[in-house]
T-cell receptor, first 115, second 112 residues
């Protein structure tokens, strides 16, 4: 149980392109989804917290106009990296949570490479 | 805000030996402490967690201890196996806040 699917797993695109990443909870309803970024050999850094039907809460230093988050349903959240540049290349991972105080279950991650 | 420090950054042990990874946290309001195992290029997987109302939790070869007074918690892996080799992350959060703050990670290498 508690399976989180993330798509796509790998994206390579040109600088200036916008990229959308999907995060789905397959067998449970997620009241909250989280988006993390992980640079090589580093820890996971929280970018934003997303609750279904409301605006995402962004961490300090994360540009909300660049990283657009939509949480339209209890099973789907999307992250759109707008006008991506090489410095946005990273491993993006989502997690989903059934309810307050419950464990976070992670997706497989999306490796984004901007040329 | 919360700050989680994790040590050591790298740990090499012989197969069959025990491994211990330690974390400290700064926010006394934190009350949930999970441990994740991440293999290269894969998702972090929850291996064990502990809440602040208990001091120790065990699941087969894995155990976690929590000292609320000192604000530190540790992961103990006994009888290590090569498949235990991975990066391990500790994290801390508050029940209501839900945000996980991760430690920097420990690369565990189990030599056979």
């Amino acid at each position: 149980g508690a399976v989180v699917s993330q798509h796509p797993s790998w994206v390579i695109c040109k600088s200036g392109t916008s990229v959308k990443i999907e995060c789905r909870s397959l067998d449970f309803q997620a009241t909250t989804m989280f988006w993390y970024r992980q640079f090589p050999k580093q820890s996971l850094m929280l970018m934003a917290t997303s609750n279904e039907g409301s605006k995402a809460t962004y961490e300090q230093g994360v540009e909300k106009d660049k990283f657009l988050i939509n949480h339209a349903s209890l099973t789907l959240s999307t992250l759109t990296v707008t006008s991506a540049h090489p410095e946005d290349s990273s491993f993006y991972i989502c997690s989903a949570q059934m309810g307050a105080g419950q464990p976070q279950h992670f997706g497989d991650g999306t490796r984004l490479s901007i040329l | 805000g919360e700050n989680v420090e994790q040590h050591p950054s790298t740990l090499s042990v012989q197969e069959g030996d025990s491994a211990v990874i330690k974390c400290t946290y700064s926010d006394s309001a934190s009350n949930y402490f999970p441990w994740y195992k991440q293999e290269l290029g894969k998702r972090p997987q929850l291996i064990i967690d502990i809440r602040s109302n208990v001091g120790e939790k065990k699941d087969q070869r894995i155990a976690v201890t929590l000292n609320k007074t000192a604000k530190h918690f540790s992961l103990h892996i006994t009888e290590t196996q090569p498949e235990d080799s991975a990066v391990y992350f500790c994290a801390a959060s508050q029940f209501r806040g839900n945000k996980l703050v991760f430690g920097a990670g420990t690369i565990l290498r189990v030599k056979s």
